[in-house]
């Protein structure tokens, strides 16, 4: 994944370089389908300018451009699309249901419609002779005091599941500086608080801070190459080169992962006018910066020098340094400029809070990340609101992508830190699901057909409604503030099951090159040769495409490079998938440690069901984990692999967990929770210099796991 070796060779692309030239024409066939008609009928060449080409703006005719039909490819977005609706059919179900739960705040059986039979076992090893009966075993477990007789219990947020009594009891013990009391009452202020340790970003960090004189617009000096490092104190040494280089490493990286902004757009009005007038106050130059910014992360992000390393392994934060992270001259000339747009009810404002949260997010400032991704859905909201208009325009489309961008990460900070929404998925009937209908470049044409970002970005929006609706639910029945259970028996296992199903069923509807084997993180969509039919699409080192494995739990190796950061795609998608399935089981393993004799054998596979899906998350694999500046959220995973860490740790010590693990899951289970746990560590290692969260799951992961010197 190199941002920029189509510019060193221009037959090899990369994660932000378009195709080889051969794909290219092949890909043309399709581009040029999209002259408008007046160009059409008198046989000349169309800019393809939208909503106007250039011939008709200067002839003044009314310019129309018919819809293109859809390659194979194309067509699999309307089918995710449609297959959203028929899975809402399900998801319907459970709206408006929770207010029938019972008094004891269990789900009424009929609410997924006829149960169906459970699936076949395979989560249990059939040469296994196992002891578990279907009616309840009774183990002997340590003494502990009953903070409530609920005999499960849901919560999304790890600090939460940190204040199960059972874990508390483990932390007091191993971890005595640990403020147990202040986590429970305000984790999500004190982990957001944090980076408080360190200082913000510096914004004075040449000794002159104004660029160009005040009052006037920024002069573009030429610089006598293209490279980032050649900015000078006092100004910005950029010419065309440059900015077209930083313009290109965001669209094919940042822009696949979060495609929020308009490249044609971009390329074809905004830079030609910055070239001519310079950079000013107006909402198009602070996005300019922002986009420069994140293009210059997205380059150091896999090419730039590794922060750190440990014991010969390169840090997976490339670039810049803790205290100055690359583009961060951009980032403060667009913060300085961010204050004349904050009144702007437009799109511009929704994309310049968002890119500046991804930003922040990339150099680890979470108090910061928060509260720029509020700003954008609270901009978000109100363009809706006061412009529902713009739906409707040529820019629709748009509007819907930066609107669901903002809803996936809002349901982010929502369920790991339980911070309330703004109120923006109150809108999500009126906005619809994006189809990428508007305004696309070549490059970006090219781009899809490689990296399907827009499947990805589709099934990404599937995924977190699912998820949305499953933590409701979960949190109206099982969670803390509802009533407890009056007896042992409940649905539980029936509602876990009937939830886990459905997420198998979205699994099973994604296109074939977006697939995986459930059991196999690391496996490639089938088939890999079909989805990267040309090698020469891969910087060195090429990966195999025949061993089947597009992830490795080897991190001693040099990562290998996927062209347009599809491996990031992919990872983040995938390990969404296995942490939604990771909190539908989790409420069986606080049964476990809290009511272990009511443990029966649907509990025990529903335990089987978590702890697999804590196996290998591939965003902590190989390459991955080495461009941690591209991967969203990243201090939401280091919490959530601090829980896995913990639950994996306590299933060698509670007897209850150490039957489950020697007599109900395979002998390979062993192994992939070994390489879990490497894994799981190496990213919290690797991140506790330079992220405060990061730091603090460490400081924990030193009273549990025997890390020797690694201290």
Known sequence: MNPESNSNNSNNSSSAGPATPTNSRKERGAIAAQACESCRQRKQRCSEERPKCATCQRMNLECKYREPQPTKKDKTLVEILDRLKSLEGGLRNLDGKVDSLNARGTLPMSIYGPIQPPPPPTTVDASRSSPWPTTNVHIQAPAMPSASPRDVRYVSATHKMLSWPFIQQILESKVPGLDLASLEKDGAAMLLGLQGRATSLPTNIYESTHIGTEGTPLPLQVAPASRVDEMQPGGLNMNWDTMQRLTKSYFDTFNLIYPIMDRQVFQSEVLPAITSHGLDESSSSTLACLIFALGEVAISAVQGAPIGTYKGRPSGIRGGSIERPPGLLFFNE??????????????????????????YGTCCHHMEFWRMTTSASLACQALLTSNPEELTSHRGDLVRRAFWHCSIMETCLNMELNIPQTGLDKLESLVG?????GSFSEEDY??????????????????????????????????????PVEASISPTTVTMKQMASQLDQWRGLLPVYLRWEGENPGTFSHPAEEMYDDQSMFSSPVPDLHTNFMFSADLDNPPVSYPYAVDVQAASLRTRYYYVKYLIHRPFIFKAL???????RDDAEGIVECLKAMLKWPITMSPTCFHKRLIPCLFFWSQNLLGILLI?????????????????????????????????INWIRDLKDTDATALWCWEILKGIYPLGDDT
């Open 334 to 359: 667009a913060r300085k400029r961010m204050g004349f747009n904050l009144t702007e009810c437009s799109l511009e404002n929704v994309q310049m809070f968002a890119l500046a949260a991804i930003y």
């Open 648 to 680: 994996l740790h306590l299933t060698q010590q509670v007897p209850i967990l150490v039957q489950i693990r020697a007599s109900l899951i395979g002998t390979k289970f062993d192994q992939d929770a070994n390489e879990t746990v490497i894994l799981c």
């Open 446 to 483: 090219i781009g899809n057909q490689a990296s399907h970002f827009q499947e990805y970005f589709a099934s990404q929006i599937v995924l977190r409604r699912l998820s949305v609706e499953f933590h409701t639910t979960l949190t109206n029945a099982f969670g803390p503030s509802n009533l």
């Open 594 to 600: 809290h009511n272990p004799d009511q443990v029966t």
């Open 433 to 437: 699901l994006p189809d990428f209908s």
